[in-house]
């Protein structure tokens, strides 16, 4: 089945302590994007990426680093989290970047950090 | 900056009648604007996309306009069910130096029965 998944689905931690959100999509796609939803701000793109070693910055950056070793796995790092990145994390991935390419979605993960 | 606003409000109704929800935005139109369903606790999921060359898109009981005048994408879902209540979000496309989706907060759509 073709999917994007993202792992843990939930997480609680504290300030500092630093974190990694993993992701993995089995549909051979080139671009892979992280995106946070906040009430009332909607989805925001924090990274992409548009094929293996080649990553950008999006729209709220700040706070995270990315990496793209392999073309399946895209993982979110936090290095010291806090509570402003409390939030809903979705990966998405689509065969190329496009507006004309649908982005598959993963379930999301939420994160609390304390 | 780019912006791509929907109603924030929920919108309620009946069973069988038609859903109508807006997509509205500013500068210039993007290449491509899509269509995406979301429900609670799920990514969201897929649905519709149109050019900015076309008028009208459709796909079994779902309809989608594009008018560049106006600036706005109307999302119609015909014959509505409870099934079909969700969060419903619109994402713009501007390619070149941009080339990235840009998403609006979203409308949450409730069907009664």
């Known amino acids: 089945e073709a999917q994007v998944t993202q792992n843990p689905r939930y997480l609680i931690t504290v300030t500092g302590k630093k974190l990694t959100v993993t992701c993995s999509q089995n549909?051979?796609?080139?671009?892979m994007s992280w995106y946070r939803q906040d009430p009332g701000l909607g989805l925001r793109q924090i990274y992409y990426?548009?094929?293996?070693?080649?990553?950008d910055k999006g729209d709220v950056p700040e706070g995270y680093k990315v990496s793209r070793k392999e073309k399946r796995n895209f993982p979110l790092i936090l290095e010291s989290p806090s509570p402003n990145q409390t939030s809903l994390y979705f990966c998405?991935?689509?065969?190329?970047?496009?507006?004309?390419?649908?982005?598959?979605f993963g379930d999301g993960t939420r994160l609390s950090i304390l | 900056s780019q912006k791509i606003e929907q109603n924030s409000e929920a919108l309620n109704i009946q069973e069988g009648k038609t859903a109508t929800l807006t997509c509205n935005y500013t500068?210039?139109?993007?290449?491509?604007l899509q269509w995406y369903r979301q429900d609670p606790g799920r990514g969201p999921v897929f649905l519709l996309l149109?050019?900015?060359?076309?008028k009208e898109k459709r796909k079994e009981r779902l309809k989608v306009t594009f008018d560049t005048t106006l600036k706005q994408s109307l999302f119609h879902i015909t014959a509505s069910q409870p099934a079909d209540s969700a969060t419903y979000l619109c994402?713009?496309?501007?390619?070149?130096?941009?080339?990235?989706?840009?998403f609006g907060t979203g409308t949450l759509l409730a069907v009664q029965p």
């Open positions: 998405a991935s689509s065969l190329w970047a496009g507006g004309n390419q649908p982005q598959h």
């Open positions: 549909m051979n796609h080139e671009y």
């Open positions: 990426s548009m094929n293996v070693e080649v990553t």
């Open positions: 500068n210039y139109s993007p290449a491509y």
């Open positions: 149109i050019r900015e060359n076309e």
């Open positions: 994402a713009k496309y501007y390619g070149g130096a941009t080339n990235k989706l840009i």
